[in-house]
């Protein structure tokens, strides 16, 4: 079993960097690869950005907006998401999780840090 504990969020003004960090526990051994996700209140929880755990990776920046990067630590087990110029829209509870096969099912889950932007 793998555990999920999510850190970094708190309330910033727009135009602000935020750094959240996901440390994985148990069996990360059977982690194929890992991702963030964010649910906004009253939406429904949205799929954000997504990197393999092993095998050679590079941060990388979601195209759409420019504005999340993805990054692993495997030494420190921790995945990482940096979000640069927050917006009041980004506001949202921000939680990983784990697959544990190319294609399955997001089976493990962290319990979310709160992001909140103020305008």
């Known amino acids: 079993q793998v555990r999920l504990v999510e850190s970094g969020g708190g309330l910033v003004q727009t135009g602000d960097s935020l750094r959240l960090s996901c440390a994985a526990s148990g069996r990360t051994s059977s982690i194929y690869a890992m991702a963030w996700f964010r649910q906004a209140p009253g939406k429904e929880r949205d799929f954000v950005l997504a990197?393999?755990?092993?095998?050679?990776?590079?941060p990388y920046t979601d195209s759409a907006s420019g504005r999340f990067t993805i990054s692993r630590d495997n030494a420190k087990n921790t995945m990482y998401l940096q979000i640069s110029n927050l917006k009041p829209e980004d506001t949202a509870t921000y939680y990983c999780?784990?697959?544990?096969?190319?294609?399955?099912?997001?089976?493990?889950w962290g319990q979310g840090t709160q992001v909140t932007v103020s305008s």
């Open positions: 999780a784990a697959r544990h096969s190319a294609g399955g099912a997001w089976k493990s």
């Open positions: 990197i393999n755990w092993s095998g050679g990776s590079t």
